[in-house]
């Protein structure tokens, strides 16, 4: 079947600090990979995405590499800002069928 | 431009009791539609996605059911509601071909069952 597993949060993180999260799939087919970000408050929102191995996704300073050979999708910021803080969700979707799929989530929190 | 709307948002129900939550998106023609569930500490659950008016497919056997009478209206439905179906629920759209697109999700509706 399909399933996302993200890294366990929370994670807190000074400003300016590099932030990874961690996420890995099981999927049929070649997936679509995606960041979702959820600010406190709003509703969730579409980070950054890839669609076919060895793509890159970016926006906002985040970047996530599609791994086919290790079947993960972390995401990465170089320095991160206390607007970032958020609950962060890695997702995918077979290229077999219209089912998207979440992971756990991940907080973020990001301090002065 | 598309939006959606979802109601109500918030709702405290008694156990046994039924439930509908409305989802309806607008500017948009044959939206695929979601409904996810979101409980602390398990993320975001697929319950239903349809594809077309009348047809759901469901992702998880529960008390729950899902139906979309019309292209852009989609209802999450229980004829007696349980404890465990406290949650925040989230109803999402999204065009063809979906793995290249996004979702695009609406305020939710924070269900309590006491």
């Known amino acids: 079947g399909n399933s996302v597993t993200q890294m366990e949060g929370p994670v807190t993180l000074s400003e300016e600090a590099f932030l990874t999260i961690n996420c890995t799939y099981t999927a049929t087919g070649y997936p679509s990979l995606f960041w979702y970000v959820q600010y406190p408050g709003e509703g969730l929102q579409l980070l950054l995405k890839?669609?076919?191995?060895?793509d890159k996704g970016s926006n906002k300073g985040f970047e996530a590499t599609y791994r086919k050979e290790t079947t993960s999708f972390h995401l990465e910021k170089g320095s991160v800002q206390v607007s970032d803080s958020a609950v962060y969700f890695c997702?995918?979707?077979?290229?077999?069928?219209?089912?998207?799929?979440f992971g756990t989530g991940t907080s973020l929190t990001v301090i002065p | 431009s598309q939006t959606i709307h979802q109601w109500p948002a918030t709702l405290v129900q008694p156990v046994g009791s039924p439930l509908s939550l409305e989802c309806t998106v607008e500017g948009t023609s044959n939206p695929n539609l979601y409904w996810y569930r979101q409980a602390a500490g398990r993320g975001l659950q697929l319950l239903f996605y349809s594809v077309g008016i009348g047809q759901i497919s469901s992702e998880v056997p529960q008390n729950l059911s899902a139906s979309r009478p019309q292209d852009r209206q989609f209802i999450l439905s229980s004829k007696k509601l349980l404890l465990s179906d406290s949650g925040f629920y989230l109803c999402a759209w999204g065009f063809e071909p979906m793995n290249t697109g996004e979702l695009f999700f609406g305020e939710g509706s924070r269900l309590t069952v006491l």
């Open positions: 997702a995918l979707i077979s290229n077999t069928g219209n089912q998207f799929y």
């Open positions: 890839a669609t076919k191995a060895d």
